[in-house]
């Protein structure tokens, strides 16, 4: 399928709202460090305008290895989300009870570590970046999050589902594989052929905020808020 990536400016502020969080995330003492990789699992998420980014900061030679590591590690049983974050601001909202997941570290590593390195680390989507914790999670089994944290960072994946509301959402290497096919073109946005294990992105209806951090996170929210207006997709 031939597609030519457009000037974006939805790519261009997802890269602003990557720094924003990056930025946001700085403030508080995690203990992730290079080569520390154990969440680093064919279990991350990704939203359709995160692949296209992806392809489109990184040249050909960077884009082959990654369909050579894709082919190497093969169909793995992989983590599918049944709803997106806004998705489950709307089933709250509704008084609905979430659909229980399955999730499990076990079915293997991200194809893309290469050492304890990530080979795609600048351009790695938001569910790769929200991966932090204070203890070394191999000490302790699990990561640890500072609830002020596990806050701003689902207000940032509520955003970035914004960003690319009517897109897909589904698990990063199912959404990879399909990169620059007529299932996703080049620009993130799906086709005819609906690429197995994803749902639709959707606006945000609310943000999940506790009201113990709404002072705290009101000039976040008030800039991811002017970005996105920046990119002419109003909020509801
Ligand atoms: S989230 Fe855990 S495994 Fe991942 S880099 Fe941080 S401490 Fe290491
Ligand atoms: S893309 Fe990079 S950061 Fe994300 S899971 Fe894979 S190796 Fe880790």
Redo the contacts with the bound molecule.
């Keep these: 399928m031939t597609c030519i990536a457009k000037s974006n400016h939805a790519m261009n502020t997802l890269g602003e709202i990557y720094a924003m969080f990056d930025t946001a995330m700085a403030a508080f003492p995690?203990?992730?460090?290079k080569q520390?990789?154990?969440?680093c699992t064919c279990n991350v998420t990704a939203t359709g305008l995160e692949i296209a980014y992806i392809h489109d900061r990184l040249d050909g030679f960077a884009r082959d290895d990654i369909r050579v590591r894709l082919d190497r590690a093969g169909q793995t049983r992989r983590y599918r989300p049944f709803q997106t974050t806004n998705g489950f601001a709307l089933a709250c909202m509704a008084g609905r009870d979430a659909d229980e997941e399955e999730n499990d570290p076990s079915w293997g590593i991200c194809p893309l570590l290469d050492n304890g390195i990530c080979t795609i680390y600048p351009v790695r989507p938001l569910g790769c970046r929200v991966?932090?914790?204070t203890t070394?999670?191999?000490q302790t089994g699990q990561?640890d999050m500072p609830f002020l944290a596990l806050t701003i960072t689902t207000v940032f994946m509520q955003f970035v589902e914004h960003l690319d509301a009517g897109g897909v959402y589904g698990n990063f290497l199912d959404l990879l594989e399909h990169a620059g096919t007529d299932a996703l073109d080049c620009n993130g946005v799906p086709g005819r052929d609906k690429i197995p294990g994803t749902v639709k992105n959707l606006k945000i209806p609310a943000l999940m905020i506790p009201p113990g951090h709404v002072g705290k996170t009101r000039n976040l929210v008030q800039s991811l808020g002017a970005l996105i207006r920046k990119n002419d997709r109003p909020l509801t």
Excluded: Q, Y
Aim: glycine content about 0%.
């Design positions: 995690f203990a992730c460090a520390c990789a154990d969440c991966m932090m914790s070394p999670c191999r990561a």
